[in-house]
């Protein structure tokens, strides 16, 4: 026999072969498709089982000043006084900025003195309307100039105190940008004020904490470079959560009359919850996540049933359960790769902790 016709040999019984095998194995298909038996998955499980829970929520953090603003004057004009010395502290209504005002005040003694002048007309006038020497027009006259007068001396008067610059709180002033003799614009910014002796604590934290975040709690934050733990009082929350990232913004104040910490600062913000004596606390690698939401393989009848669930604070190991899971219930630990809905399961490992 040559070499070839041995090849085609062995080529026709693979070709039987293969042939039989598969046929062998569609046959094993079709008797395991007829019996109706499903694989059976063999996984550890745990038992729900309620916990005492210390819950807490690190958020991340901005300082601000208490009050802030950028000091501008309100009318042109040339600086004549700066009453401040930078990085001081100064007092509300302390003045700090003084503009050219002569021609102001020229003009508001102008106002005075004739308004003394038509004063002194409207007396005599008086006299003699109550005699009949003159007509009650020429009295009512008099008085009308009386009052424009007023008016004008009234605007005068707010000029003037355009050109004198007061602060309008306590607190830091910050670096001058202006010098002696400068004309400015109600667009220049003279300095910064801000009041640092009380500080913002901002920061956001999920929407599902809302009802443990209320005004008068206290937190408690550290700072970049420094080892130090301070206490903030909450004050304000926003009504409605962030429609992006369905988070809240908290504000907190913050004594600072040491002024220790400066605003700008990035904060570390430890947010304590209540102590839940009755919270569901499952492993960590239970949790199934999906495109939408968390799920749970729970074991009831011998079958998996995927059990979506809400999640709330996690740790190390475990994540707490906030619906979705009862006392008693038996979930999976592991097998989550493999498990499906309505699979039958058998529980080799049952672990309570």
């Keep these: 026999m040559t070499f070839n016709n041995r090849k085609y040999l062995i080529l026709v019984a693979y070709s039987f072969i293969s042939i039989a095998l598969s046929s062998c194995g569609e046959k094993k298909q079709e008797e395991t498709k007829a019996s109706g038996k499903a694989t059976t998955l063999n996984a550890e499980g745990f038992v729900v089982h309620p916990q005492v829970f210390a819950s807490h929520y690190d958020a991340s953090g901005s300082l601000l000043p208490n009050e802030e603003i950028q000091i501008l004057p309100e009318t042109s ?34 106002s005075k003195a004739q308004r003394e002048l038509q004063v002194k007309i409207k007396e ?11 007509s009650q027009q020429d009295y009512e006259t008099t008085t009308a100039q009386i009052a424009s007068i007023d008016a004008d001396l009234a605007y005068s008067q707010a000029q003037l105190n355009k050109t004198i610059i007061k602060a309008p709180f306590d607190g830091r002033i910050g670096i001058r940008n202006v010098s ?31 009802d443990e975040v209320i005004a008068g709690k206290e937190v408690t934050f550290t700072v970049t470079g420094s080892l130090d733990t301070f206490r903030a009082t909450i004050s304000a929350i926003e009504p409605s959560a962030d429609v992006a990232t369905r988070t809240l913004k908290a504000r907190a104040l913050v004594k600072n009359d040491n002024e220790k910490l400066i605003a700008g600062s990035f904060t570390h913000v430890n947010v304590p919850f209540r102590n839940d004596k009755t919270a569901l606390m499952v492993p960590s690698q239970s949790i199934i996540p999906t495109t939408r939401d968390k799920q749970i393989a729970v074991v009831k009848g011998g079958k998996a049933k995927m059990q979506t ?24 630990t592991t097998g989550i790769m493999q498990v499906k809905q309505g699979m039958p399961v058998k529980v080799t490992k049952v672990n309570k902790k």
Excluded: W
């Design 77 to 110: 004009g040339r600086v004549t006084a700066i009453s401040f010395k930078e990085g001081s502290h100064v007092r509300k209504g302390d003045v700090l900025i003084r503009l050219y005002n002569d021609d102001i005040l020229a003009q508001v003694q102008k």
């Design 124 to 134: 005599r006038q008086a006299k003699l309307l109550s005699i009949g020497g003159i």
């Design 180 to 210: 002696l003799g400068a004309v400015i614009t109600p667009t220049t910014v003279i300095a910064t004020l801000q009041q640092s002796r009380v500080l913002k604590l901002d920061f956001t934290l999920p929407d599902q904490y809302k």
């Design 309 to 332: 669930v809400v999640i709330g604070t996690r740790t190390s190991d475990q994540v707490e359960v906030l619906s979705g899971l009862s006392e008693g219930d038996t979930i999976l």
